[in-house]
């Protein structure tokens, strides 16, 4: 998980205000993940952030804005992701297999147990 970068060049109040932020949508990621969204209340956003309801309402129009928040940050971090993947200097099949498990060479064919077939480039 990549949390909002905090730069020197803000003051102490514009850090402290972006650090609360940040505590806020880490413990609504967690509590969607584990509860979901529509089981999940603002209230209890607040208890385990250790604010009160009013501070997130600073920080978020509404749950709603929140959820939205989260997802945006997702999608922050597939689309950095992607560019990463994408200047590795491998080529395609090879590109694929960067930071992933290594895979077995071949499948098993089920009607020959005999037999194994190499992967395709192909998925």
């Not at 850090?15 to 967690?30: C, F, G, L, M, P």
């Not at 129009?61 to 590795?88: C, M, N, R």
């Amino acid at each position: 998980m990549t949390e909002e970068k905090i730069t020197p060049t803000k003051s102490r109040k514009e850090r402290e205000k972006e650090q609360r932020r940040n505590e806020i949508i880490v413990v609504a990621e967690r509590l969607f993940l584990s509860q979901g969204f529509e089981s999940t209340t603002m209230d209890q956003i607040a208890n385990e952030a250790e604010f009160s309801k009013g501070t997130l309402y600073n920080y978020f129009i509404s749950k709603d804005d929140l959820y939205l928040t989260i997802g945006v940050k997702a999608y922050t971090i597939l689309i950095e992701y992607t560019d990463t993947f994408i200047k590795q200097e491998e080529p395609g099949v090879a590109q694929e297999t960067i930071g992933l498990p290594r895979q077995p060479r071949g499948i098993r064919c089920p009607d020959r147990q005999d037999r194994t077939v190499e992967r395709s480039a192909r998925r």
